[in-house]
């Protein structure tokens, strides 16, 4: 049972699906499912891998995003293949749609519109949901399942604000969900609260864009998904955004009306946090008070509407102030504001209770995903969706959970971060959280992860055929560079050179033997990266084996801490709150030391 | 990043002193792992056959230096892998050096009790021994635990915070460059800027490890023990004389009772300073376990290789004892009958500066003028500290080639090079988590659309 039809709610069904068990998915609007509340594209720095491993493990936001995208960019582009981020813009309406078709695709996906209340637990275990639906008649009605994931996303008691403006819902004329939280509290989670914020919309005719820098997409746009046909790619018109920027008028007009901005005038729960990587316009404008302007970015919303997204000015500030800053960017003086921009705030769970499978630690079968989590982003939620799913299905059949590791794949540092860290601000990816960030690359993704999801069911005969011809295809480019000599060097060894690229080899290979990799020029910039990191990925090598055998190592459920003999106060607090699952989760909380350690194998080993 | 080390014993070859600390005949250090014959063979000693104690020489800076050594084969040994024990001459700064070399050479520090709890692991020690275990883990990381924090008040502790703060900055700088580049106009660092903040980091560590001197040397010092019966006030006189609250009171009774050192001033008539080793002597009198009998017959060690006792009870006159009545400023105390007994307060001071003189006199030639502070480092600060600096130098060798370029390339790689160094830093100055690194970032730069 899958609660919600959000980001995360979608991959966990998709997930769900894909390993062959039925699944209901109750959200509160049915056509709503796959909606990009905010800004309307996929992936980025960090985030666009974590696009790349989803689809890797068969999920759907990849394929979804390559479908719908108006614009393809890797970021970072000139910079190292660890470090580059493929992301899109995506057509809103389109994107949401895909979602929606594709799940329909699966027969054993059923979509059931309503609010759920409550989540049944028995014996320390979930055994069922209590929902309504009052429009058809539906009130408090109990649905049987062993395993729940629950991705309320800002819906959780969610509450917007436009200066002093107030209205309960998740999203702009969408609802909230009351009832839930007091129902977790009850069930003895702790729960905490978030805001995030979203800019005004413009209507496209009424900008001048003529004035404005023109930001386009690559030239050549490369797909997220292996399973898209590269030679249809991109199925959508692509089109640019624009640039321009907020003034000192503004800032000062900003500062003048401070005090009716809800993040500031204390009207937002006291204790919500916000992004510090998204902020809004006006903490920009306190923060960095010296600057100024900053960049606003104008990026279409859909091909089919004239909406435009004002990437940059996210506010919670009064109508009125918004229509200043709004005609005070170049290009926008007679912009016409189609939605103003809004601040959110939002329940959330403490995520240390939860463990790497997104299941609570306190009550079996129950999955969370997403925001809830803390967490900020589509993809990030996307990527707890998937894990929840996976794991929620091998509960329900007796398997062992899977947790993917720091050394494995984005998503593992992501889920070993919610767990061992206490949040500060809704967590969001960044490659500098990945001390493994060399071996986590977008090109490499479908080796780290694809024959683990093939072992894990996730993974359909036809992907893993695709799979399987991409590996020969890099052997044989391999073969191809080590065969080929220019001026009497291989070309596999002149591929250390930084000077040496795509272009360069294919300039070089002009033979018939040289046509693989103008055919195939990301799995030539595979190559490329894996011989580039080579001599720096043995060093790690080492600290990846330790990794893995303290992973190995499980700490039982229900442990008294309390009672090892020799472990200091601290550490026994520490250990009691976070409740780890393995010994590598244990050796990754604040204030925990090797010695610690050791006491507790003492500790374990007497049992 | 924190890896609990044992999970590591197939792979790694653990090293420490093992011998007890200070000046004494023979020092002994000790390898556990699979590369520790190997290890040894680089200092030259030959190694040829298990279980046999051998003469050799160890290779150090052109000079030969008589050892002792005695190889085992796993399973047949203590930890159940292979060890190598070398007994040198014991002189504690020529200790650690061999160390540092074996260091160079793979070997890692070993963590606190990590050679008991290998053999404890390997299924050598019994369930009765390992709650013994557990306590002597405990007791040895707190007294590591205690130390680190003394480095991290005192000076080095300042000083390495301020680096570790530099270094973070700097990092913060690099990895601003490749996870923040929404505002494509901002370069947050440029080559020729971070050579400039690297090279004066990497002359900083540099200049700190060619002032600091191994914590073995300084445990070398003249050593003055306090000695006496529970509840005596060793503690009290102990703070007292250091002039600072440093014995501290344990939590839990019976657990932590390691000996308190710390290096004491004490100036001449003539106005020179001479260096020595105070130590307290906890819970020599306690009633006995298991764990007690270790640290008592530590504390008898402790006695034995005292440069000079001061005995805060009854005994019997000695030449290397001065005997002391502490509690002079309680109301039932009055003078000592004996000439030779000193009557001191630590509450109120009384006869302290006496005492210290006394001390002076009884050192005799003893007592080593120091010319200048420095700092005492630990053998695993020290490690980390060449660590840091090496992977420093690594970085630096990296980025100089661009100084003449706008932006940085290979930033991921130099970000890896700082970062490893900065976990190196963590043991002195607080660790610095990537969140930490990114909330740089955010306070130096307005990133995120």
């Known amino acids: ?607 | 990043m924190l890896f609990l080390p044992i999970m590591t014993s197939n792979t790694s070859t653990i090293i420490a002193v093992s011998s007890a600390p200070g000046q004494s005949h023979r020092g002994l250090i000790r390898l556990s792992g699979p590369q520790s014959w190997e290890m040894v063979r680089t200092l030259g000693v030959t190694l040829d056959h298990p279980r046999q104690l051998t003469r050799a020489h160890v290779d150090f800076d052109g000079r030969k230096l008589p050892c002792l050594v005695l190889g085992f084969h796993g399973p047949a040994s203590y930890t159940a892998q292979d060890i190598v024990e070398l007994q040198l001459p014991g002189n504690p700064s020529l200790l650690d050096q061999v160390v540092h070399r074996l260091i160079q050479q793979g070997a890692r520090m070993a963590e606190p009790g990590e050679f008991t709890f290998t053999a404890y692991l390997a299924g050598k020690l019994d369930l009765t021994q390992a709650e013994g275990i557990a306590a002597t883990i405990h007791a040895t990381s707190q007294a590591q635990l205690q130390a680190a924090k003394l480095l991290r008040q005192g000076n080095l502790g300042s000083f390495s915070h301020q680096l570790v703060d530099a270094l973070a900055t700097a990092l913060a700088l690099v990895e601003a460059g490749i996870d923040f580049t929404d505002q494509e106009d901002v370069v947050a660092i440029t080559p020729a800027q971070l050579v400039e903040r690297l090279s004066d980091i990497h002359k900083q560590l540099t200049d700190l490890m060619a002032n600091a001197r191994s914590w073995g040397a300084l445990e070398a010092m003249p050593r003055v023990v306090l000695v006496g019966p529970p509840s005596a006030g060793k503690s009290t006189l102990f703070n007292a004389l250091l002039g600072k609250q440093r014995a501290v009171t344990h939590e839990q009774a019976g657990t932590t009772r390691d000996i308190l050192a710390e290096p004491l001033l004490l100036s001449r008539a003539d106005g020179s300073q001479v260096e020595v080793m105070l130590m307290d002597i906890a819970g020599l009198d306690d009633a006995a376990n298991t764990l007690d009998k270790d640290i008592q017959k530590a504390a008898r060690q402790s006695i034995e290789q005292a440069d000079v006792i001061v005995h805060l009870g009854q005994c019997e006159p000695a030449a290397d004892t001065i005997r002391v009545r502490p509690k002079m400023d309680m109301p039932n105390m009055h003078e000592a009958s004996e000439d030779d007994i000193l009557p001191i307060s630590a509450k109120t001071g009384m006869g302290l500066p006496k005492l210290k003189r006394t001390i002076l006199a009884r050192l005799g030639d003893r007592g080593v003028s120091i010319a200048a502070e420095k700092l005492a480092l630990q053998p695993r600060h020290e490690s980390a500290l060449k660590q840091a600096t090496d992977a420093i130098a690594d970085a630096l060798k990296y980025v100089q080639p661009q100084v003449q370029q706008h932006a940085l390339d290979d930033l991921e790689l130099i970000a890896g090079m700082l970062r490893f160094a900065l976990d190196q830093l963590a043991s002195l100055g607080g660790e610095m988590t990537p969140d930490d690194i990114i909330g740089r970032v955010f306070a130096t730069f307005c990133v995120g659309k």
């Open chain 1, 1 to 607: 049972m899958v609660i919600g039809g959000g980001h995360a709610g979608s991959e966990a069904a998709w997930a769900c699906a894909n390993l062959g068990v039925r699944v209901a998915m109750i959200t509160m609007e049915v056509d709503k499912i796959g909606a990009m509340s905010c800004n309307p594209a996929i992936g980025g720095l960090a985030k666009g891998q974590i696009v790349r491993e989803i689809d890797a493990l068969g999920g759907l936001m990849g394929i979804a995003a390559d479908n719908t995208g108006i614009q393809f960019r890797i970021l970072n582009a000139s910079k190292g293949p660890a470090v580059r981020g493929p992301r899109c813009q995506s057509d809103k309406y389109a994107y949401a749609r895909e979602v929606q078709r594709l799940l329909k695709t699966r027969s054993n996906i059923q979509l059931i519109q309503g609010v759920v209340d409550d989540i049944l637990v028995e014996d320390g275990k979930t055994h069922g949901v209590i929902y309504s639906n009052p429009a058809q008649g539906i009130n408090n009605q109990t649905l049987n399942t062993a395993a729940v994931i629950l991705t309320t996303g800002t819906f959780m008691r969610g509450l917007m604000h436009t200066g002093e403006a107030k209205t309960q819902g998740g999203r702009v004329d969408e609802g909230s969900a009351e009832g839930i939280s007091s129902n977790l509290t009850k069930l003895g989670l702790e729960l905490g609260r978030l805001k995030t914020g979203t800019p005004p919309r413009l209507a496209a005719e009424s900008i001048n864009f003529d004035t404005l820098k023109e930001q386009p997409g690559d030239e050549q746009p490369q797909p997220f998904s292996d399973m898209t046909d590269i030679t249809s790619f991109p199925p959508q018109k692509q089109v640019c955004c624009w640039i321009t920027e907020t003034c000192a008028d503004s800032h000062e007009h900003i500062k003048a009306n401070l005090d009716r901005a809800p993040l500031f005038n204390g009207q937002i729960e006291k204790g919500s946090v916000g992004p510090r990587y998204c902020p809004s316009i006006e903490d920009k404008v306190m923060r960095f008070s010296d600057r100024q302007s900053h960049h606003v970015f104008l990026e279409p919303e859909s091909l089919e509407t004239n909406e435009i997204y004002c990437n940059g000015i996210s506010t919670s500030l009064p109508r009125d102030v918004q229509d200043v800053i709004v005609h005070n960017l170049p290009g926008c003086e007679n912009a016409k504001i189609l939605k103003y921009g809004y601040a959110v705030e939002y329940d959330m769970v403490w995520p240390h209770q939860i463990d790497a499978t997104c299941m609570t630690k306190s009550i079996h079968g129950l999955f969370l995903a997403g925001q809830i989590n803390g967490t900020s982003g589509y993809e990030e939620a996307a990527g707890q969706g998937l894990i929840a799913g996976l794991n929620a299905v091998r509960y329900m059949q007796g398997k062992d959970e899977i947790r993917f590791g720091r050394d494995q794949c984005y998503l593992g540092v992501m889920m070993d971060d919610l767990i061992t860290k206490t949040p500060r601000e809704p967590y969001r990816m960044f490659t500098s959280r990945a001390e493994f960030r060399l071996q986590l690359r977008s090109d490499n993704a479908a080796d780290r992860l694809t024959p683990i999801g093939r072992d894990l069911g996730l993974v359909d005969d036809a992907r893993w055929e695709h799979f399987e011809h991409r590996q020969q295809t890099v052997d044989a480019i391999k073969q191809t560079l080590t065969r080929t000599a220019y001026q009497g060097m291989r070309l596999i060894d002149w591929c250390k050179r930084p000077e040496v690229n795509r272009q360069w080899l294919t300039d070089r290979a002009t033979g018939p033997e040289g046509e693989i990799f103008s055919r195939y020029p990301m799995l030539l910039d595979h190559v490329l990266a894996e011989v580039m990191y080579d001599g720096y990925l043995d060093r790690q090598t080492r600290d990846i084996e330790r990794l893995r055998q303290q992973e190995k190592v499980q700490l039982p459920e229900h442990f008294d801490y309390n009672a090892v003999v020799g472990l200091r106060n601290e550490s026994k607090a520490v250990l009691d709150k976070f409740r780890p699952r393995t010994m590598g989760q244990a050796s990754r909380l604040a204030g925990i030391t090797p010695a610690d350690l050791m006491v507790l194998s003492v500790a374990l080993g007497r049992r």
